[in-house]
């Protein structure tokens, strides 16, 4: 490998996008295999998911992990659906290891489960769950700038061969989506102004390594409050990009991978961070 496997923050949208993959799903596809091509399987999988949350850190380091139907109000084919992948165990201590050095106390747990946010995109990812995987669930009063700083102590996993991966959504008000009724808007409605506005700055921002832009995304950002009302889908992808040393020396930027959407607004953005970003481009 030329460089370490870069972290990634992927926009796993509502949990229709398990049976509604869309472009997104066919792109999810692509990436698993151009990773490992260019960087090799991964040792394991670290993910912060927008819906793995505690007061404060804790790893869930179960040996064996299965999917968690965390959901209501949605299809009831999406109940049957399943991923048993192996847990990481011996990694959570590393990872508390690199936390504590950082000055991060994070407590570990003998506990299984992938929220959706983690298994919808892994099993495209990786569908034959044969990858460990580590919920580092955080804490909902978190902030970009925290998140940030406690990516950049995740860092070394890169050169250890563990993928670093965020889980929310770029975009999401399912709450606007939901009144308008989950079936009253297309999945492959064109996307509102606002939404593509919101999507853009941000891509421009982060192509820009414009670490302090993006931590005041929500009075910086147009529509911000509007497309994230709550901002638990957005902020998992400050903890990749401080992986990939965002906010760093260096001028490290954020890689926007592929661009699509679902429901008119909610973002399906993927990015990669660090210097091995660029070897997960489609043309690489």
Excluded at 127 to 143: F, G, K, N
């Amino acid at each position: 490998m030329s460089h370490a496997l870069p972290p990634l923050f992927v926009s796993h949208g509502s949990p229709m996008t398990a049976l509604e993959p869309g472009a997104a799903g066919a792109y999810w596809q692509r990436l698993g295999r151009q990773i490992d091509r260019v960087f090799g399987r991964p040792k394991a999988v670290l993910v912060v998911s927008a819906h793995s949350m505690a007061r404060a850190p804790l790893l869930l380091a179960g040996a064996r992990h299965h999917a968690v139907h965390d959901f209501g109000g949605f299809d009831p084919r999406l109940n049957a659906l399943r991923y048993g992948a192996p847990g990481a165990p011996a990694l959570a201590m590393q990872v508390q290891a690199h936390l504590a050095a950082a000055g991060v106390a994070a407590a570990i747990v003998d506990r299984s489960g992938l929220d959706h946010g983690i298994w919808i995109p892994m099993r495209v990812l990786w569908p034959q769950a044969d990858v460990p995987v580590l919920p580092l669930a955080w804490s909902p009063e978190a902030s970009p700038a925290g998140l940030l700083a406690l990516g950049a102590a995740l860092a070394p996993l890169a050169a250890e061969g563990v993928l670093v991966l965020g889980s929310g959504s770029v975009t999401h008000n399912l709450a606007r989506v939901f009144a308008r009724g989950l079936h009253g808007t297309a999945v492959d409605a064109p996307e509102i102004p606002e939404s593509l506005e919101f999507r853009s700055w941000f891509a421009a921002r982060a192509a820009a390594g414009d670490a302090r832009a993006l931590v005041h995304y929500r009075h910086e950002a147009p529509h911000a409050a509007r497309l994230h009302p709550t901002d638990e889908h957005l902020l998992p992808w400050f903890v990749a990009a401080g992986a990939g040393g965002l906010g760093q020396a260096g001028a490290a930027r954020g890689l926007r991978l592929h661009d699509s959407l679902t429901y008119a607004e909610l973002g399906m953005d993927v990015y990669a961070f660090g210097p091995g970003a660029p070897g997960l481009l489609e043309s690489a």
